[in-house]
């Protein structure tokens, strides 16, 4: 078992490599080397996992408030402006919606 100061240190560790885009058998195999024990790599790719889930979420919650930004804004075109824009007024509902799908499919984890 580690310190928790020498914990603490390899997890920031993890995390920088999480930050640069490493895959989690990349930050294992690092962690391996620094010597850690298995059981300590087990509980920080757990907190990794953990801000991956996060981060997904937030990036949901971005593209749900995009999505719907993008209907309303498609409803209002069509309501105020009228048929002169049709085509605009017909995609952005549809493609806030898809965005605001995808969106929530990410807040869910799915």
Same mark, same amino acid.
């Given at each position: +078992?580690l310190s928790?100061?020498? /914990?603490?240190? !390899?997890? #920031?560790?993890?995390? =920088?490599? /999480?930050?640069?885009?490493? #895959?989690?058998?990349?930050? %294992?195999?690092?962690?391996?080397?620094?010597?850690?024990? =298995?059981?300590?790599?087990?509980?920080i790719m757990?907190?990794?996992?953990?801000?991956?889930k996060y $981060?997904?979420?937030?990036?949901?919650?971005?593209?749900? @408030? %995009? &999505?719907?930004?993008? *209907?309303?804004?498609?409803? @209002?075109?069509? /309501? !105020? %402006?009228? /048929? =002169?824009? $049709?085509?605009?007024? +017909?995609?952005?509902?549809?493609? &806030?919606?898809?965005?605001? *799908?995808? &969106?929530?499919? $990410?807040? @869910?984890?799915?």
């Amino acid at each position: +078992m580690l310190s928790k100061k020498e /914990y603490e240190e !390899f997890l #920031n560790h993890a995390k =920088s490599l /999480y930050a640069q885009g490493r #895959n989690d058998r990349y930050v %294992v195999l690092q962690l391996a080397e620094k010597k850690v024990s =298995s059981e300590d790599i087990d509980a920080i790719m757990k907190e990794i996992k953990s801000l991956r889930k996060y $981060n997904l979420r937030q990036k949901g919650v971005r593209e749900f @408030l %995009v &999505g719907i930004s993008f *209907t309303i804004a498609g409803a @209002l075109i069509a /309501y !105020f %402006v009228g /048929y =002169s824009v $049709n085509y605009v007024a +017909m995609a952005l509902p549809i493609i &806030g919606v898809i965005i605001a *799908t995808k &969106g929530l499919f $990410n807040i @869910l984890g799915l």
